[in-house]
Every structure is written in C-alpha cells, then in structure tokens.
C-alpha cells in the first residue's frame, strides 16, 4: 500500500530527529485506533509536509510529536516513537517542548501574553529565565521574524501575519530543533498566506531546523519546496514521497486532496505529468511544445460556460457607511447590488470590512449612512427579527449558532419563535427543509453525535426553514478538506437552482472561482473591485491590494500563450465540474 | 467596548508603580478605611482617593460603568440602613437630635444622619482607589503581583486570563445574541416575562458555553506546550524592579493604617462623637 521512493530514501541518510516504528495509537475515548503502523524517519534540518484528509489521523500524528498525546488527550500507543533519540515514553510534554515548538492553527487563541514581548518570553518565564536574559532573548528572536517594533503590541493591533510570526517567534525562542507548524494557513487571506510559507521557508534555510507542516492546502504550502510529502488516509501513511512524484501519480485524487490546480489542468489536457516536466511548482515547470499544443487544443475544445440569466435586483446596500465606537473606520460608502439567484463572494484582506457589512445587511448593526433596501422597500424600520424573515445569516462556527440538543429542535426554532405556523405546519415544513438538505435521516440524532460539516448542514437548515430570500454566509468551507468542501459547496449551489440568492464571506480564491459569478472585493473598508470572479483575480492591482492571490490557472494560461487568461480559467472551471 | 475591569494604558506616576506594591497599597489602604468610622480620618482619605485618582490621569468618563456600579450600591446601601434601622445612630453616639418627623416610625435624627454621612465617607475613601488599582494594572501584572503576594501563580495566571478575556466573550455573547434575534428570540422587548426572558437568555448561554469550552480547550494546550506549570515558580516579563516610589507610596499606605489604628485607640471606639 505504502510508497517509496529513491529521493526519500537518499533523505534517510541525514541523522534522524523523528522515527516512528510500527507505531499505533487509540484514544481511550474511541473504540477504534486512529493510526496502525506508522513508520516514519525525519532527518535533522529536512523540511516535511504532511497532508490528508479531515480525520486521517494527521494531526494525532501531530500530538503524538509534541506531547499533547498523552499530556492533554490519553490513550494507548503501540509500537516505538523516538524523539532525538530518546522514546517518547520517557518524555513528557515540557521535555518535548525543549526539541518540539508547535505554532498552532488559531493564533489568536495561541497568543497567551498580553503583549508581543510578553507572548514571546512566555516560555523563558515558564523556564524561569531571569529579566535581564528574556528581554534580550525576546528582542533577538523578535528581529528574526521582523516584529521588532511591535513588542510593546496588543494583540489586537495586530494582522492576521504579524501574529502568526509573534506564534512563530514564541516558539523559536526556545531554540528547539523541530518547528512543529499544525494548518498554519487555517483562517489567513491568501496573501498573508502565502507570506507565511514564505517565512517558514526563510527561517528553515537560515536556521536549519527541521520543520514539519500539517496542511491539506496543498498547492498553498508548495508555493516554497519542500523536501518530502507524507499523505495519509485512515490512520495509515499512504505515500511518503517528493512532491514532483506525489503530483504525478494519482494518489491525492483518490485520497480526496485537491491537487493543484495547473496540475489539474495539464491532466484534463492529456499532458503526461511526470517528475521531468518539474510539476513540483508553476515557476518550476517546463512544458515541451508538445505538451503546450495539447493545452492550446483542449482549451479550444472546452465549451465556454454559458453566461448567466440576470434576474431583477433583489437586494441594494447604497453608500453604506459605518464607523465603530472607537473611531474606526469599517465601511466607507459602499455601494452593493444584488440580483435575484445570484451567487456572490464578498472577499477581502482581514478587516477590510466584509464582516460589518454582512452585519449591515442583516440589520445587526446600523449603518451611520446609507440605505439598506429589498425589493425596493428600505428595511431600515425593520427589526432584526423582522429583517432575517427575509435576509438569513450563517455564522462560520455552527457552535455558536446551535442552541438545542436535538437536530429536530434546532431546526425548527425559528419557525416555533414565529408561532405563524401550526404544529402540523411546522412538522412538514421542517420535514421538508430536512430533507433538501440530506439531514432527513438524522432528524431525531442529537445534534452532538454529527461531525462538523454535518452541523453546518443544520445550521443553513435552521435558516433555510424560514423561507429566506437571501442566505448570507461567513466562511461556510473553513478549515474542511476537499471532500467536505465539495459536499458543502454542491448544497449550497442546489439551493441557489432553486432560486435562493446567495452571499458568501470567503478567503478561499478556488471556492470564489469555481461557485460565484462575481465578487465584491473590500479593502480597507472601502469597495475596490465589483466584477466577474475571474476578472478581479487577472487584475493584479486589485489582486495586491486587497491581499488575494492569483491563482496558478492564469499562470499556465500565459505559460501556454493562451492569452485570454479568463476565458481560460472559465473553461477550466465548467470541464472540472463535468469531471468530478 | 467599556468593560468592568478595564486596564487604561497612561503615563502616570500611579501606573509606573509595581503592580506588587499597587496591590499591597490597596490592601493597607482598604484595612485603613474599614477599621475606622472616625469622620476626620475618613474624610482625609476621601481627599487623598481622589488625589490619587487625579494623578493616575484616569477620567470618571474611563470608568463610567464601575463608577456608576458603585454609585448606585452606594445610594442602595444608604436607603436599605434607613429603612431597616432609621435610628442606628442614636445606638452608637448615644444621644438623640431629633431634627423633624417624617412618617410612620421615621424621623429625620441627627445622630443618624452623621452615621450615614461615615458610611458615604467610607465609600467615597475606597472606590476611587479600587478603580484606580484596576484601570492602572494590567492583567499580567496583576497575575505578577498577586504571584509576589504569595499566591500560586497557577492560580494568580487563570486570574488574569479570565479578565482578559472577559472582552472576548462579551463580544462573542454579542454575536451570537444577534444572530439568535434573527431567528426570532426576542430579547430587547419589555412584553416579555421575566421567566420568559431569562429562558430565553438560557438559550444564547448554550452556544457561549460550548464555544469557550472549545476555546479553552486550545489556550490551555498552547500553554502547555510552553512549558506551564512545569516548574514551581516562574518569572515574569512584565516584572518591574522595586523603586523609590513603590517604597514610598508603600510607606505611606503603612503610615495610614497605623493613624487609623492610632486614632480608633485614642477615641476608645471606632466612632468620632462630636455629640457630648
């Protein structure tokens, strides 16, 4: 099942920091065990990134490294796992945390200290490091990841990028061997993302240290090489290979990881992607003639989507202005149209303000300026009860919407709290919502016994039963793997057939390409691109501007002298919905 | 967001003091003002507080909630001795004036009114100083602070973790109440009961509860990983060498204690009586 590769094995020669052996693991919470067999060897200083689905195991791996297993969750282990040398029964969380630094996925909830310097010097203070030392330790490692001049910070001045290098930072100032990094990419822009890998990669060859990455963006983390990819599935290690050989093969499609997106292409076209043609990286790979005249053709055989019907507009948000308590500025007259069975991505760098104006819409805050109308009638008088009859709203964390135990319940609230409907009423009508969205046979489960997708489920269900005419959504795919974002995204698209109009709040470029026709773009709480999704992401202008990324599609484009790079993305986009 | 505990970052002499000695000043000072109900003592604290407070540069528009808080218990406090003992005074300075009837068992008694004067000294000689204390300190130091009293720092962290993410759940309380007012729950209106509404607040507190459940899950294990609780005491960052001021303003608060002590021994009674 597993495969090798020469490349890995050459890397085996380096001493080693990590070594699993036949090593197994089972929660004592759980009847099953999470990993079987696991042989995995790091060497000092290679650089590893290990990928998979959503409870394949990865980030139990991850615990296992640094001590969290069986610090904070218990459990069994089988077999060996030597940390520098030493078995992991012998270690404990604190030793590990002198070799083994972990920057976790949530950097607002990693940042512990109330300042910048506080946060860094977090571990000296727990080392009981003296004054004097900390405070020139902390201005030393501050500089290395360039946060120098903030150390006297809040968190809450701070970017999405500056507090990942501040989590960065609190870690390296340890001097450990292993930079542990779990889902770094989680909850960043794109832009400040891909900052990230690069500042990962910076400190990996100027320090040397071994790092491991725990993502499942893929071609996020490949922007920077890697040495070595680790995919796993079911608790077991599927391939431990380089990337240009793991891109080649067909093993992330089968284990349900997106494959970069150029890759995705060149295989639509029949090129032969294989470790020759460099496929590790877009600026890395070299096409033959050959390979570009098969992209040229089956470019020009792709249908081009059919342009979209425009329904009336249905929803207006004209010269929204909106100032907070403290003086900041979120929203500066914003002007948003929306028509009836439209699909639409607000996008933007952290802050820019795309959250304020959802609450804007939604009537949770009120405007300073501007008119907020539906069908014409400004909703200004309406309450925000009143408001959501129309206009619904998904949080990003179900948690915090999900107020009743049972999944039935919970469904039913917002039509219970109405009293418009009888009880038989209310039965069928969330009989009905139940079962557009695949929740029918779970309807009497409690709510806690379903996995996170399927409560996001419940909590669109919790909205859609109202008979909105608009849904709103913050982040609806963050943080699922490929195959929950598919499923989540597929919902979301069948509700819009039927007739639903939809707003998305997103980071994700590939969910804003593939499932919106247009996006808003904010920056700096001002509206800087209002167009089709694949004009705004060939605008570079806009594409810096507002932290986004352009995506490796229109790179190829241009690699392939195509030269209409929309056209080209738009292309991609219907032949891969027809794939999949 | 005007919070309870809400750490003001100024330049002032009160701030630069160490949060230990701030701490131990309070506490003096808080001995000071309780042991004694002798009016001119209170009332040279009162001065004092509000000298302090003039210097630490904190405006009553900073502390609008807290002051009011305690603005409120004061005049309540006031009211609930008047009504459940018009004539306590009379009891303690053992003499009567009587000023005028009011109704029922209540006359307006001099003795009474001096008593409630003290119990509003008393006030006015510590709130403004507690408020001074929590908008001058800032949550790490406080944990530094209570640490160098002597209380586990395990103990002395959490504290100071809970206060400063009371803002965070405040905001998180406000998002989910929104987005539950969306679904229909009413929360604003007077039409509700009392039984209704708090069954309706019941129902925000679910998601608040499960949500910090997750948050505190991920702090505790990014704490861990770093190394706390691994030893039986720590540094601190944030710790300040003692100064001049700190042993100073200690001295002082040292020096209050003890006239309150003296005082109270001199009058034979915790009571000033300008009656006989």
């Given at each position: 099942?597993?495969?090798?590769?020469?490349?890995?094995?050459?890397?085996?020669?380096?001493?080693?920091?990590?070594?699993?052996?036949?090593?197994?693991?089972?929660?004592?919470?759980?009847?099953?065990?999470?990993?079987?067999?696991?042989?995995?060897?790091?060497?000092?200083?290679?650089?590893?990134?290990?990928?998979?689905?959503s409870?394949?195991?990865?980030?139990?791996?991850?615990?296992?490294?640094?001590?969290?297993?069986?610090?904070?969750?218990?459990?069994?282990?089988?077999?060996?796992?030597?940390?520098?040398?030493?078995?992991?029964?012998?270690?404990?969380?604190?030793?590990?945390?002198?070799?083994?630094?972990?920057?976790?996925?949530?950097?607002?909830?990693?940042?512990?200290?109330?300042?910048?310097?506080?946060?860094?010097?977090?571990?000296?203070?727990?080392?009981?490091?003296?004054?004097?030392?900390?405070?020139?330790?902390?201005?030393?490692?501050?500089?290395?990841?360039?946060?120098?001049?903030?150390?006297?910070?809040?968190?809450?001045?701070?970017?999405?990028?500056?507090?990942?290098?501040?989590?960065?930072?609190?870690?390296?100032?340890?001097?450990?061997?292993?930079?542990?990094?779990?889902?770094?990419?989680?909850?960043?822009?794109?832009?400040?993302?891909?900052?990230?890998?690069?500042?990962?990669?910076?400190?990996?060859?100027?320090?040397?240290?071994?790092?491991?990455?725990?993502?499942?963006?893929?071609?996020?983390?490949?922007?920077?090489?890697?040495?070595?990819?680790?995919?796993?599935?079911?608790?077991?290690?599927?391939?431990?290979?380089?990337?240009?050989?793991?891109?080649?093969?067909?093993?992330?499609?089968?284990?349900?990881?997106?494959?970069?997106?150029?890759?995705?292409?060149?295989?639509?076209?029949?090129?032969?992607?294989?470790?020759?043609?460099?496929?590790?990286?877009?600026?890395?790979?070299?096409?033959?003639?050959?390979?570009?005249?098969?992209?040229?053709?089956?470019?020009?055989?792709?249908?081009?989507?059919?342009?979209?019907?425009?329904?009336?507009?249905?929803?207006?948000?004209?010269?929204?202005?909106?100032?907070?308590?403290?003086?900041?500025?979120?929203?500066?007259?914003?002007?948003?149209?929306?028509?009836?069975?439209?699909?639409?991505?607000?996008?933007?760098?952290?802050?820019?303000?795309?959250?304020?104006?959802?609450?804007?819409?939604?009537?949770?805050?009120?405007?300073?300026?501007?008119?907020?109308?539906?069908?014409?009638?400004?909703?200004?008088?309406?309450?925000?009860?009143?408001?959501?009859?129309?206009?619904?709203?998904?949080?990003?964390?179900p948690?915090?919407?999900i107020?009743?135990?049972?999944i039935?319940?919970e469904?039913?609230?917002?039509?219970?709290?109405?009293?418009?409907?009888?009880?038989?009423?209310?039965?069928?009508?969330?009989?009905?919502?139940l079962?557009?969205c695949g929740l029918?046979p779970f309807r009497?489960w409690p709510v806690s016994a379903l996995s996170y997708g399927q409560k996001k489920r419940v909590t669109i269900a919790?909205?859609?039963?109202?008979?909105?005419?608009?849904?709103?959504?913050?982040?609806?795919?963050?943080?699922q793997?490929?195959?929950h974002?598919?499923d989540i995204?597929?919902f979301?698209?069948?509700?819009?057939?039927?007739?639903?109009?939809?707003?998305?709040?997103?980071?994700?470029?590939?969910?804003?390409?593939?499932?919106?026709?247009?996006?808003?773009?904010?920056?700096?709480?001002?509206?800087?691109?209002?167009?089709?999704?694949?004009?705004?992401?060939?605008?570079?202008?806009?594409?810096?501007?507002?932290?986004?990324?352009?995506?490796?599609?229109?790179?190829?484009?241009?690699?392939?002298?195509?030269?209409?790079?929309?056209?080209?993305?738009?292309?991609?986009?219907?032949?891969?919905?027809?794939?999949? | 967001?005007?919070?309870?505990?809400?750490?003001?970052?100024?330049?002032?002499?009160?701030?630069?003091?160490?949060?230990?000695?701030?701490?131990?000043?309070?506490?003096?000072?808080?001995?000071?003002?309780?042991?004694?109900?002798?009016?001119?003592?209170?009332?040279?604290?009162?001065?004092?507080?509000?000298?302090?407070?003039?210097?630490?540069?904190?405006?009553?528009?900073?502390?609008?909630?807290?002051?009011?808080?305690?603005?409120?218990?004061?005049?309540?406090?006031?009211?609930?001795?008047?009504?459940?003992?018009?004539?306590?005074?009379?009891?303690?300075?053992?003499?009567?004036?009587?000023?005028?009837?009011?109704?029922?068992?209540?006359?307006?008694?001099?003795?009474?009114?001096?008593?409630?004067?003290?119990?509003?000294?008393?006030?006015?000689?510590?709130?403004?100083?507690?408020?001074?204390?929590?908008?001058?300190?800032?949550?790490?130091?406080?944990?530094?602070?209570?640490?160098?009293?002597?209380?586990?720092?395990?103990?002395?962290?959490?504290?100071?973790?809970?206060?400063?993410?009371?803002?965070?759940?405040?905001?998180?309380?406000?998002?989910?109440?929104?987005?539950?007012?969306?679904?229909?729950?009413?929360?604003?209106?007077?039409?509700?009961?009392?039984?209704?509404?708090?069954?309706?607040?019941?129902?925000?507190?679910?998601?608040?509860?499960?949500?910090?459940?997750?948050?505190?899950?991920?702090?505790?294990?990014?704490?861990?990983?770093?190394?706390?609780?691994?030893?039986?005491?720590?540094?601190?960052?944030?710790?300040?060498?003692?100064?001049?001021?700190?042993?100073?303003?200690?001295?002082?608060?040292?020096?209050?204690?003890?006239?309150?002590?003296?005082?109270?021994?001199?009058?034979?009674?915790?009571?000033?009586?300008?009656?006989?």
């Open positions: 099942m597993r495969q090798h590769t020469a490349g890995a094995v050459f890397l085996y020669m380096s001493e080693p920091i990590i070594e699993f052996r036949d090593f197994g693991f089972k929660y004592t919470s759980q009847a099953e065990p999470t990993l079987f067999d696991i042989n995995l060897t790091v060497g000092r200083g290679e650089k590893v990134l290990i990928c998979g689905p409870g394949c195991g990865k980030s139990t791996l991850a615990h296992c490294i640094n001590g969290l297993i069986p610090s904070s969750y218990s459990g069994e282990a089988t077999g060996e796992l030597l940390i520098a040398g030493t078995s992991f029964r012998e270690l404990d969380i604190f030793k590990l945390s002198k070799t083994v630094g972990t920057v976790l996925q949530d950097s607002d909830a990693q940042f512990i200290g109330l300042t910048v310097g506080e946060d860094i010097a977090f571990a000296l203070e727990n080392d009981r490091v003296s004054n004097a030392e900390m405070k020139r330790r902390v201005a030393d490692v501050a500089r290395r990841v360039g946060v120098e001049d903030f150390l006297g910070h809040a968190p809450y001045e701070l970017s999405g990028g500056q507090k990942q290098r501040v989590s960065l930072a609190g870690v390296m100032v340890d001097d450990v061997d292993v930079l542990l990094f779990d889902e770094p990419l989680a909850n960043l822009d794109p832009a400040t993302g891909k900052t990230t890998i690069e500042l990962i990669d910076d400190i990996h060859k100027s320090t040397g240290k071994t790092v491991l990455i725990i993502e499942h963006r893929l071609e996020d983390v490949l922007h920077r090489d890697v040495d070595r990819i680790v995919l796993m599935g079911e608790g077991r290690i599927i391939a431990d290979m380089t990337p240009a050989e793991l891109l080649s093969s067909d093993l992330l499609v089968r284990n349900g990881i997106r494959e970069p997106l150029y890759i995705t292409a060149l295989k639509y076209a029949g090129v032969s992607v294989n470790p020759a043609i460099g496929p590790q990286r877009i600026d890395t790979l070299r096409l033959s003639d050959d390979d570009i005249r098969k992209v040229q053709g089956w470019y020009s055989d792709v249908p081009s989507a059919a342009a979209l019907e425009k329904g009336p507009v249905l929803l207006t948000a004209h010269g929204i202005g909106y100032t907070y308590g403290n003086g900041c500025k979120a929203l500066d007259k914003v002007d948003v149209d929306v028509r009836k069975g439209e699909m639409i991505s607000i996008v933007g760098k952290n802050g820019a303000g795309k959250s304020t104006l959802a609450k804007v819409i939604c009537g949770f805050v009120k405007q300073q300026e501007g008119k907020v109308s539906l069908n014409g009638e400004d909703m200004a008088a309406l309450s925000i009860k009143e408001r959501a009859d129309h206009i619904g709203y998904v949080m990003q964390n948690n915090q919407m107020s009743k135990p049972m039935r319940d469904v039913a609230l917002g039509l219970v709290l109405r009293k418009k409907l009888t009880q038989e009423e209310i039965d069928a009508k969330v009989d009905e919502t079962k557009v029918y009497n919790s909205i859609l039963v109202m008979d909105p005419e608009v849904i709103i959504l913050d982040e609806p795919t963050a943080g793997d490929f195959r974002y598919t995204m597929e979301l698209r069948s509700l819009n057939a039927l007739g639903i109009t939809i707003i998305l709040i997103t980071h994700d470029m590939h969910l804003m390409i593939e499932y919106c026709s247009r996006a808003v773009v904010l920056c700096d709480s001002e509206k800087v691109a209002d167009t089709s999704c694949e004009e705004v992401l060939t605008d570079t202008d806009v594409v810096e501007k507002a932290n986004l990324k352009e995506t490796s599609l229109s790179k190829l484009a241009s690699l392939c002298g195509i030269g209409d790079g929309q056209d080209f993305i738009r292309r991609f986009i219907t032949a891969d919905r027809e794939a999949r | 967001m005007s919070g309870f505990f809400n750490y003001i970052d100024r330049k002032s002499p009160v701030h630069d003091l160490t949060g230990a000695s701030k701490m131990a000043c309070l506490l003096l000072w808080t001995f000071a003002a309780m042991l004694t109900f002798d009016t001119r003592v209170l009332a040279v604290l009162s001065v004092l507080a509000v000298v302090v407070m003039i210097i630490s540069r904190i405006r009553i528009s900073d502390v609008k909630v807290l002051f009011w808080f305690s603005f409120v218990f004061m005049v309540l406090n006031n009211l609930l001795i008047f009504l459940f003992s018009p004539e306590h005074g009379v009891t303690i300075y053992g003499t009567r004036h009587e000023i005028c009837h009011l109704f029922w068992r209540y006359n307006l008694v001099q003795e009474q009114l001096f008593y409630q004067l003290n119990v509003i000294l008393k006030y006015i000689s510590t709130i403004p100083v507690v408020i001074t204390f929590v908008s001058t300190t800032d949550p790490s130091e406080f944990a530094s602070s209570l640490n160098r009293l002597g209380v586990s720092y395990k103990i002395a962290y959490s504290v100071s973790l809970a206060l400063r993410y009371i803002p965070d759940v405040q905001r998180e309380y406000n998002d989910i109440s929104v987005a539950q007012q969306a679904r229909g729950l009413e929360m604003e209106s007077r039409k509700q009961s009392l039984v209704k509404r708090l069954k309706n607040a019941a129902t925000m507190i679910f998601p608040l509860i499960i949500s910090s459940m997750d948050r505190i899950e991920v702090v505790a294990n990014a704490m861990e990983l770093r190394g706390f609780g691994k030893g039986k005491k720590r540094t601190w960052y944030s710790a300040r060498p003692f100064r001049f001021a700190d042993g100073f303003a200690t001295a002082m608060c040292v020096l209050m204690l003890a006239a309150s002590i003296v005082m109270n021994i001199i009058n034979g009674s915790r009571y000033f009586n300008p009656f006989v």
